[in-house]
């Protein structure tokens, strides 16, 4: 009725294989882009001997870089 034979049944096996091991190879490339993803993502850490002092402005209330700290732009900018 089926008409099951051996080779039918070798050739099912082989399809059903290849698709799972395709899902697996699947799943383990996106798992290594995540990965790769979050590690470019991730922040450069910061010296602290990078980030110097802060002086708050008398003129504007912001915080500027105590030691070489530019014009802002404005009129009463005392920099």
């Known amino acids: 009725m ?3 034979s ?3 049944i070798v050739v099912l096996a082989t399809i059903v294989a290849a698709v799972w091991y395709g899902f697996k190879f699947v799943g383990r490339l996106e798992k290594r882009g ?5 590690v470019s993502r991730k922040p450069e850490p910061v010296d602290v001997k990078d980030v110097g002092e802060m ?4 003129k ?3 915080f500027v870089a105590a030691n070489g700290a ?4 404005r009129s009463n900018c005392p920099y």
């Open 2 to 4: 089926l008409g099951f």
């Open 70 to 73: 530019m014009n802002c732009g």
């Open 60 to 62: 504007c209330d912001a």
């Open 55 to 58: 002086s708050k402005c008398p």
């Open 6 to 8: 051996l080779t039918k």
């Open 34 to 38: 995540k990965e790769d993803l979050a």
